[in-house]
C-alpha cells in the first residue's frame, strides 16, 4: 500500500541514484555548471546555491564587502545556467514524462531561477544602500534577519521537497510561504508608521519597500514550486 506521507517523483527516474550523491550536492555553492548532470540533480544544485547566496546577502546587510557581492553575483549566473541545462534535459525527457507530468515539471527550473533573480533585486539594494552610505533601523534589521531566517530555512525544505516528495514536508512549506508573505507585510506596515513618526531616515524608504517586494515574491514562486510537486499526485492516479 502506497505510504500517503509521499507523492510520486518523475524526476527520480531520472537520477534513481541521487541520494549517494546528496552529501555532495549538500556543499553546491562550489559545484561548477554541468550539462552532464539529470534535471533533479541540477535542480538540487540551484537551490543549493539559492541558500548560499541567501545566507550571503543576509550578512551583506550587516556589513557588505566587494568580494561577498562578486561571489552572490557568480551564484546568481550560475543558477541562471543552471535553469537553462535542467529545462533543455526536461524537454528532452519529455516523452518519458508523458504530457501532463511534463507540464508540471517543466516550470520547475524557471520558478527556481525567478526566486534568484528576486534574490538579486535584493543584492541592487544592498549596493545602492552601501555605496550611498543609507541606515537602516535597528528594527527594520531586526525585520531582515527575520525575513532571511525564514526563507533560507524554506529553501532548505524546498530542496528536501524535491528529493522526498514528503507531502508533510510539502504542507509545511505552504505555511512558512504564507508566513513569509506576512512578515513582509508586517514589516512594510511597519516600515511606514516608523516613517511617518520620523523614525526612519527617508533615503531608505525606496530601497527597504523593494526588498520587501522581493520577499514577497519569492514566497509566491515557493508556493508555485509546491503546487506544482503536489500536482504530481493527481497526473500519476
Known amino acids: 500500500m502506497k505510504d500517503k506521507n509521499y507523492v510520486w517523483n518523475p524526476l527520480r527516474m531520472l537520477s534513481p541514484m541521487l541520494n549517494s550523491e546528496i552529501g555532495k550536492l549538500d556543499e553546491a555553492v562550489d559545484i561548477p555548471v554541468d550539462t552532464s548532470k539529470s534535471p533533479d540533480e541540477v535542480l538540487i544544485i540551484m537551490l543549493g546555491k539559492l541558500i548560499e547566496l541567501t545566507g550571503m546577502i543576509s550578512s551583506g546587510f550587516k556589513g557588505a564587502s566587494e568580494?561577498?557581492?562578486?561571489?552572490?553575483?557568480?551564484?546568481?549566473?550560475?543558477?541562471?545556467?543552471?535553469?537553462?541545462?535542467?529545462?533543455?534535459?526536461?524537454v528532452k525527457e519529455s516523452v518519458t514524462f508523458g504530457q501532463n507530468v511534463f507540464r508540471a515539471v517543466v516550470r520547475l527550473p524557471s520558478r527556481v531561477e525567478r526566486i534568484a533573480i528576486m534574490f538579486e533585486n535584493i543584492l541592487k539594494c544592498?549596493?545602492?544602500?552601501?555605496?550611498?552610505?543609507?541606515?537602516?533601523?535597528?528594527?527594520?534589521?531586526?525585520e531582515l534577519d527575520e525575513l532571511f531566517t525564514v526563507t533560507v530555512e524554506l529553501l532548505k525544505n524546498v530542496r528536501d521537497s524535491l528529493m522526498t516528495c514528503n507531502s508533510v514536508i510539502l504542507d509545511h512549506i505552504k505555511e512558512?510561504?504564507?508566513?513569509?508573505?506576512?512578515?513582509?507585510?508586517?514589516?512594510?506596515?511597519?516600515?511606514?508608521?516608523?516613517?511617518?513618526?520620523?523614525?526612519?531616515?527617508?533615503?531608505?524608504?525606496?530601497?527597504?519597500?523593494?526588498?520587501?517586494?522581493?520577499?514577497?515574491?519569492?514566497?509566491?514562486?515557493?508556493?508555485?514550486?509546491?503546487?506544482?510537486?503536489?500536482?504530481?499526485?493527481?497526473?500519476?492516479?
Open 67 to 90: 568580494s561577498k557581492v562578486e561571489v552572490c553575483e557568480k551564484l546568481i549566473l550560475e543558477i541562471g545556467q543552471l535553469e537553462r541545462v535542467s529545462t533543455s534535459e526536461l
Open 176 to 237: 512558512e510561504s504564507n508566513k513569509l508573505a506576512e512578515l513582509a507585510e508586517e514589516a512594510r506596515f511597519n516600515h511606514w508608521e516608523r516613517l511617518e513618526r520620523g523614525f526612519c531616515s527617508p533615503d531608505a524608504n525606496a530601497i527597504y519597500l523593494k526588498v520587501l517586494d522581493a520577499f514577497k515574491n519569492i514566497s509566491q514562486y515557493v508556493l508555485k514550486i509546491t503546487d506544482s510537486v503536489c500536482s504530481l499526485e493527481d497526473v500519476a492516479s
Open 126 to 142: 544592498l549596493k545602492v544602500k552601501t555605496k550611498e552610505g543609507i541606515p537602516f533601523s535597528d528594527k527594520a534589521q531586526n
